[in-house]
């Protein structure tokens, strides 16, 4: 067993893509031509995005994400030797700032912010 990728569902998933690529840097891997499904290129496991009517298809209900509402309890990760810059750079392109950089006592730098979605992002230094 191995994980693939993590799916997080979005009012606009080309919209959410334009804005992972200019907050984080990411790069789109694939863009399925209905608009509806997307994959980030984030090394061995991706990060997608699909339509929140994508739920109703697949026959599930959920609480949509809002940058208005409390985040919800799980966050995604991207690792990066320059916490610091990237933290300026997804607040410079629209993330709300949840956490500065902060070194923690083990020696690892994080910070803390929600994307467009209200999402939570953690910007982490690599664990050595």
Known sequence: MKLGYTIIYVADVPQTVTFYETAFGLSCRFLHDSQT???METGATALAFAALD???LNGLAVNPNSAKSLAAAWEICLVTEGVASAYQTAL???CSPVVPPTEKPWGQTVAYLRDLNGCLVELATPIT
Do not use: Q
Request: proline share 0%.
């Open 92 to 94: 410079n392109a629209g």
């Open 37 to 39: 499904y997307a994959e």
């Open 54 to 56: 994508a739920i109703e």
